[in-house]
């Protein structure tokens, strides 16, 4: 249930900070997203590199990603020099923020060569520009993340902030979204350039919504930076060890997971399901996107309301359970139409655990925080990275070794064998669905933080100052 709080001495966050920061979740959705839906198809259909090559790359990828952000994580949390002026997180959002868009721009613009004749100098191109991709982003999503934590403290900004920040994000995302489908075709490689150029440019300008409201007041950045003076050093190892000790911690972790693991299968598998099981243009992509979006937008309100009534754990067990029965139909259905009534749906319960997501996570680094002394939000955001990056090694996996078995053929023209219909829809739903209930299950069953546990650790936070 939800927790009972005194918010007649608080001063509130306002709604302008809160839609700021739903512009740098923006930001994060979409080139997650963007990234999971095509880069995997572009490099293996597009540009011809062979599929093991591709496969080998992703996850070469996750594995520098793993000990990338954590590491990032840890160097980048901690008072500098500046941190009085600029603020603690604020300077490495806008230090990353840019060189993110550069590179992902340059995924798309890879050597133009024979990729059978240099097939090692594409993988490597490949490689590098992913690797430079993820490192600013790192920096980016480790510090905006980090940013919620420290800005929006009580359950009621939590609930409220992260109300808002998916709405903004919600439709920035689908507003994006739906423009790279009428610029992108199968078999034209110099499209998929020219739509990351036009994103790219669209994000730029989100950065700066962001960047207006990411300041620190005076008195966060004091008691970040006090809590770093007052707390015992604790190295990097240290701190994960801290954390991973910590059930709740370890479940939200686990959790976000095997979402973001669903998900990246899930979107990585549209683009096949609509050329080769629909048999449409890419265009059509536009209609899954605009429902999904009104089956987010719309269910947005029922569970905030939700949450304040049943409180996080049930909201979120919930919403995740009811998710992974929406994956279940990508294994039969036939055609786009069918595909946009069952998108709507998914996108009630993708709503519900969305909304959940960081403040559920929030309150699990409030927690280890009460065993640390001080705030360490950045690195263990670093540590949810680093783990989270094994879904891009499943997706990397998953798509090679299904795509091999079930002979899947490259050319942008191919039909496809009824077997490797049957792989994409494994990799598209089955997979995805499994997923999703085994962990609403878990979440259902372990998770603990919740009424008298969660006001005590509230208690005790505001003992030590860190609340």
């Known amino acids: 249930m939800a927790i009972q709080e005194d918010l007649s001495e608080w001063e509130i966050a306002p709604t302008s900070k809160m839609i700021s920061y739903g512009f740098g979740y923006l930001i994060i959705a979409y080139l997650l997203g963007a990234y999971s839906a095509i880069v995997f198809y572009f490099y293996e259909v597009e540009v011809g590199l062979p599929v093991l090559f591709v496969g080998i790359a992703f996850v070469l990828y996750a594995i520098w990603n793993m000990f990338n952000d954590p590491l990032l994580g840890y160097f980048t949390d901690k008072p500098r020099k500046w941190t009085r002026k600029y603020g603690f997180r604020a300077p490495w959002v806008v230090l990353s923020s840019f060189p993110i868009l550069i590179c992902y721009f340059l995924i798309f613009t890879p050597p133009n060569i024979d990729p059978k004749e240099n097939a090692l100098t594409i993988f490597f191109y490949m490689l590098i520009i992913t690797a430079l991709f993820d490192t600013f982003f790192s920096i980016f999503n480790t510090h905006v993340y980090g940013g919620f934590t420290n800005q929006f403290r009580t359950e009621y900004e939590r609930r409220r902030g992260f109300a808002v920040i998916i709405a903004v994000a919600g439709i920035g995302v689908v507003g994006i979204a739906i423009i790279p489908p009428f610029i992108i075709e199968y078999g034209n490689k110099s499209s998929f350039a020219v739509s990351a150029l036009v994103v ?45 000790k910590k059930r709740n911690f370890a479940i939200s972790l686990t959790t976000y997971t095997t979402i973001i693991t669903a998900q990246t299968l899930a979107t990585a598998s549209g683009i096949y399901m609509l050329k080769d099981v629909f048999k449409v243009p890419y265009t059509y992509a536009v209609l899954t996107a605009l429902a999904g979006f009104a089956g987010y937008m719309l269910s947005i309100p029922f569970w905030s309301n939700y949450a304040r009534k ?14 992974g029965i929406c994956y279940i139909p990508t294994l039969f259905i036939t055609n786009i139409w069918q595909a946009v009534i069952f998108t709507f749906i998914g996108g009630i319960p993708y709503a519900g655990y969305t909304l959940m997501t960081m403040p559920v996570a929030s309150d699990t680094m409030d927690e280890v925080s009460t065993e640390m002394g001080r705030r360490q939000d950045g690195t263990l955001q670093g540590i949810r990275n680093f783990f989270f990056r094994i879904a891009i090694v499943v997706q990397g996996v998953v798509i ?32 995805p669905a499994l997923l999703m209930l085994t962990i609403s299950l878990i979440v259902y069953k372990w998770y603990t933080l919740e009424g008298e546990r969660k006001a005590e650790m509230v208690k005790k936070l505001k003992e030590m100052g860190l609340y």
């Open 310 to 323: 049943h409180g996080f754990k049930k909201t979120y067990y919930t919403a995740l359970f009811f998710a």
């Open 400 to 431: 090679t070794v299904i795509h091999i078995v079930t002979n899947y053929n490259p050319d942008p023209n191919a039909t496809q064998t009824p077997l490797a219909i049957i792989g994409i829809r494994i990799h598209a739903g089955l997979i």
């Open 200 to 244: 790219v440019i669209i994000l730029a300008i989100c950065n700066i919504f962001l960047f207006l409201g990411i300041k620190e007041s005076d008195e966060l950045k004091e008691k970040l930076i006090k809590g770093f003076e007052t707390a015992e050093d604790t190295s990097f190892f240290g701190i994960m060890k801290t954390a991973i």
